[in-house]
């Protein structure tokens, strides 16, 4: 092997360029400790509660707990590594560790996606069908519906991950980012990455607009059928069964959306499209429990009787 070309064995996670004194990096370590904390906290009272309470083991339900779980997995993926990288002042991560996350984030987001979709056709279901809700959405279907999800996640995110893992990495190795986002960790290749580069943005767009015309679809048509409720009380009750959904949805594709904007722009200060990405990582894990516990009396009262019972 060529000495002047070295294999590269590990990445140097940087974090935030403008984030590197010990006074700010302790101050951002507490904050994301505190909201990694609610986080798993958070989406554990979810879990529990409709694993310990038989009454919730419906498919609207069902899919929460899914959802919960994916977000607190996605958010597992990347921010306890960023947690030592600020407190530890140390970077390393092996190239295959590097690897193995930068697969696992980009395959539970995309279930993520696809997952909401089915949550949109759920909601459709209960509002354009509601006799026929339980017979078609049996919990087996919606654990099919939800295994699938995993499945077309997996198969879509390997196309990328096949291309980016043949790359010859022979250095620089500094990841400017907080975790090992495709996008950056392509840029340190020395060979050609301009397929890996069109294949991982190919693939991203499929994650975002394949399920937005599903959920765009299912809305139309639940707007169609609530339009044609004579009572205003009858319209507002059916359109309050999707509003815990809409929030949801409203947070991550918002949240994606800046992402993808702010990753486009040119800044002085390449701050900006990582926290955006961090933003990404932390704000739907932090705010879907919330979310479904404040707009779902059902949960809100499982989850209450879940902690009466810890405490």
């Not at 996008?183 to 394949?210: E, N, P, Q, R």
């Amino acid at each position: 092997m060529n000495q002047s070309n070295p294999v590269v064995q590990e990445f140097i996670i940087v974090g935030l360029p403008g984030i590197q004194d010990r006074c700010s990096k302790n101050i951002l370590f507490i904050a994301l400790l505190l909201f990694y904390l609610c986080i798993i906290l958070s989406n554990l009272l979810i879990m529990f509660a409709f694993l310990t309470d038989h009454t919730m083991h419906t498919p609207m339900y069902s899919l929460i707990f899914s959802l919960a779980f994916l977000d607190l997995m996605s958010s597992t993926t990347t921010v306890p590594k960023f947690l030592a990288v600020l407190i530890s002042d140390s970077g390393v991560i092996s190239i295959t560790a590097c690897f193995t996350q930068m697969f696992f984030y980009g395959f539970l987001k995309a279930a993520e996606a696809f997952l909401l979709g089915v949550m949109a056709y759920d909601r459709y279901l209960a509002i354009c069908n509601p006799l026929h809700y339980f017979t078609i959405t049996c919990s087996n279907l919606v654990w099919k519906l939800i295994f699938c999800c995993w499945a077309l996640a997996f198969c879509i995110v390997v196309v990328p991950m096949t291309s980016t893992v043949r790359l010859p990495f022979c250095g620089p190795n500094k990841l400017v980012h907080f975790f090992c986002d495709h996008s950056t960790v392509i840029k340190l290749a020395c060979g050609d990455h301009l397929i890996s580069t069109y294949t991982g943005f190919g693939v991203g767009l499929c994650i975002m607009i394949t399920p937005s015309f599903y959920i765009v679809y299912s809305y139309l048509m639940i707007i169609k059928s609530v339009f044609k409720i004579k009572s205003s009380n009858g319209r507002l009750k059916a359109l309050s069964t999707c509003s815990s959904h809409l929030l949801v949805l409203s947070v991550f594709y918002l949240v994606g959306a800046g992402v993808l904007i702010s990753s486009r722009i040119p800044y002085k200060s390449g701050d900006v499209p990582i926290m955006a990405a961090f933003l990404q990582n932390v704000t739907p894990p932090l705010i879907n429990p919330i979310i479904y516990c404040l707009k779902t009396k059902e949960m809100q009262a499982h989850v209450v009787k879940l902690i009466k019972k810890i405490t």
